[in-house]
């Protein structure tokens, strides 16, 4: 099915925010049998919206636009949308008792301006918002379907999901199969080397290289399923040390898994992650199980008096070194009893760095039963890029680890 997407904010086009919508949605169809193969981003704007309207191209099937669906004075898109395809909005008193309902049950009164949102049209279809107030619009003309949702992304996604996605994909004539196999340790390149020699035997297969800062994303679809399978098939043992996850899952997500398959608990010593690795953790619902806390010990003395590292260590080897990071990691270890203690310490930059010591150089710490690790790294001159490459080496040595792979 070919797909238009019409994103509509001011805000999009002066730089205020960046549309992150449309690249979720441009994957996201791919899989429901759809690909989007035309795209503008327009004004909130009566005579911009009906143009963009006016100007997909003949060959689309149904177009989606986000944008301009709230409550506040400059969200017009339902008033273009409601003129352009000849329908009336009729007042939904229903759907405005159960909006009163939800704002009362959080002690709020609900504005009067949210009254446009309990709207519905007399030639059309409303489209459930699971976690909002304002619903989405369907409406149809001779030439294509329009979907019509609010730009916040929550919101955008849990109406593609439950409702615009599974719609497309019974009305699609084609099943476009789609994997992503997300890994960590190795660069692109490297990662190329890996499995080219694989992939040349797949020409029905699209194998796509998404590098990041923390790793490399392979997306493979096909429309034949068979090459696909056995393509994965394939690509699976070649890069199993790197792989961790699919499509959504954090290393964190696979980390914890893994914790919890070995019935293993960690803690976490940090000094220039100030605390991010014990966050991804928490990210994850259940990390409690395995996740026992941990110490952001930014100073020496905080490394000294808590962790008890020796001054001696501190004094003749320095903060960023492998012997403090070794002591971090076992001192976090014993004082909160647990099977895993993992520590960071290191120049994050962009200030700090000397020729010997420079900007970018990390220690990380793995302490278990039975020994301790360090692991040295250089990174980047960027500060947030270290602590975010740190927090993700930090995760990966642990992964490893569990997997007897370190």
């Known amino acids: 099915m070919k797909i238009a ?6 805000e999009l086009l002066n730089g205020a925010r960046t549309d992150t919508n449309a690249a979720w949605m441009g994957q996201k169809v791919i899989s429901a049998g759809g690909v989007i193969e035309w795209h503008m981003t327009v004004s909130d704007d009566k005579e911009a919206i009906v143009n963009a309207l006016d100007a997909v191209p003949q060959s689309i099937h149904t177009v989606l636009c986000t944008g301009g669906l709230g409550p506040t004075h400059d969200d017009i898109t339902p008033t273009v949308l409601y003129d352009y395809f000849d329908a ?10 159960l909006l009163t309902e939800k704002f009362a049950a959080r002690g709020r009164t609900i504005p009067e301006s949210n009254r446009n949102q309990a709207m519905k049209p007399d030639k059309g279809e409303t489209i459930p918002n699971p976690v909002g107030s304002a619903r989405g619009l369907h409406f149809t003309n001779n030439h294509y379907d329009c ?5 916040v992304p929550a919101e955008m996604k849990a109406m ?6 599974p719609w497309v994909a019974s009305k699609s004539k084609v099943k476009h199969h789609i994997s992503v196999m997300r890994t960590t340790g190795i660069m692109e390149s490297a990662l190329y080397e890996k499995i080219d020699s694989i992939i ?16 490399v ?3 493979i679809s096909s429309n034949d399923e068979a090459d696909f399978k056995d393509l994965i098939d394939q690509i699976s043992p070649a890069i199993n040390k790197y792989h961790f996850g699919g ?25 220039c992650t100030g605390g991010l690795i014990g966050d991804r953790f928490t990210n994850v619902s259940g990390s409690s199980a395995y996740y026992k806390g941990g110490i952001v010990a930014y100073s020496n003395d905080v490394k000294e008096n808590i962790l008890g590292v020796k001054k001696e260590t501190l004094r003749f080897f320095g903060a960023v070194s492998e012997e403090t990071a070794l002591e971090m990691a076992k001192g976090v270890r014993q004082k909160l009893k647990t099977d895993i203690g993992i520590s960071t310490t290191g120049i994050a930059g962009p200030t700090g760095g000397t020729g010997e010591k420079p900007v970018g150089l990390i220690y990380v710490g793995l302490s278990f039963d039975g020994g301790e690790k360090a692991y040295k790294f250089t990174f980047t001159p960027s500060r947030i890029t270290n602590k975010l490459m740190t927090s993700q080496a930090a995760l990966n040595i642990t992964r490893l680890f569990l997997l007897n792979e370190s």
Do not use: C, H
Request: glycine share 10%.
């Open 88 to 97: 009336k909005p009729e007042f939904d008193k229903s759907y405005w008792t």
């Open 200 to 215: 040349k035997n797949y020409p029905k297969v699209q194998v796509a290289f998404l590098p990041r800062f923390t790793g």
């Open 247 to 271: 499509d959504g899952v954090g290393l964190e997500d696979a980390v914890g898994d893994l914790l919890i398959q070995r019935n293993k608990t960690i803690a976490t010593a940090e000094s």
């Open 217 to 219: 994303d392979l997306r």
């Open 160 to 165: 593609m999901s439950g409702t615009i996605l």
């Open 5 to 10: 997407l019409i994103t509509i904010g001011t």
């Open 147 to 151: 979907f019509a949702m609010p730009g």
